[in-house]
Nanobody, 124 residues
């Protein structure tokens, strides 16, 4: 089992920045990829980006490419989502997730573990 705990959410004005953290514990050796997802009110949860747990290969949704960056600190078993140039449409609950399936692009349904989510609110 893997436990994920997100932190770092909050409120910011448009154009500002936030960094989310996702600390993993438990059987972290089973993790292949870490993903970030978000869910805005009334909408389905959507993919933001993901990064290989071992390698540095990362992928981003076009809506955040160039503004969001995923990084990791393996010594701390923590993945980060640096969000810059935030827009009101980035407002959502952000979730981190861990997948044990190996592959560059893993569908949401194949992520095995999920954090509780953290709220990000961007005001105009």
């Amino acid at each position: 089992q893997v436990q994920l705990v997100e932190s770092g959410g909050g409120s910011v004005q448009a154009g500002g920045s936030l960094r989310l953290s996702c600390a993993a514990s438990g059987l972290t050796s089973s993790i292949s990829r870490m993903g970030w997802f978000r869910q805005a009110p009334g909408l389905d949860r959507e993919f933001v980006g993901s990064m290989s747990w071992i390698r540095s290969l990362s992928y981003y949704d076009d809506s955040v490419k160039g503004r969001f960056t995923i990084s990791r600190d393996n010594a701390k078993n923590t993945v980060y989502l640096q969000m810059d140039s935030l827009k009101p449409e980035d407002t959502a609950v952000y979730f981190c997730a861990a997948a044990t399936l190996v592959g560059p692009r893993i569908p949401e349904s194949q992520y095995d573990y999920w954090g509780q989510g953290t709220q990000v609110t961007v005001s105009s």
